[in-house]
């Protein structure tokens, strides 16, 4: 088990940037791969972006591809999401995940992933 907490969210308005950390609680963190997904008011919540535990691999949505980078320090046990060119369709509370032996073909998949945050608010106006 791990936890997670996220901060970084906040209003902004389209175009700016924000940047999104998921710190975890213990050190083994560096063998998590680490997901970050988003839910938008009466949608349902959809994969970001993602990465591997070591960093190897990563996943992009397209709608965010060129826009939004992931990357992590292990050595801070933390996992950041780089957002810019922010969007009004962007607006939603994001979530971190994280899980061992998460495969590269899996890193999207919500399924894989046991331990989450509670979230952080990205609103952005038009």
């Known amino acids: 088990q791990v936890q997670l907490v996220e901060s970084g969210g906040g209003l902004v308005q389209a175009g700016g940037s924000l940047r999104l950390s998921c710190a975890a609680s213990?050190?083994?963190?560096?063998?998590?791969?680490v997901g970050w997904f988003r839910q938008a008011p009466g949608k349902e919540r959809e994969p970001v972006a993602a990465?591997?535990?070591?960093?190897?691999?990563?996943y992009y949505a397209d709608s965010v591809k060129g826009r939004f980078t992931i990357s992590r320090d292990n050595a801070k046990n933390t996992v950041y999401l780089q957002m810019n060119s922010l969007k009004p369709e962007d607006t939603a509370l994001y979530y971190c995940?994280?899980?061992?032996?998460?495969?590269?073909?899996?890193?999207?998949?919500?399924?894989?992933?046991?331990?989450w945050g509670q979230g952080t608010q990205v609103t952005v106006s038009s």
């Open positions: 995940a994280a899980d061992l032996l998460v495969s590269d073909y899996n890193l999207i998949s919500q399924d894989e992933y046991h331990n």
């Open positions: 990465i591997s535990w070591n960093g190897g691999t990563t």
């Open positions: 213990r050190r083994a963190f560096s063998s998590y791969a």
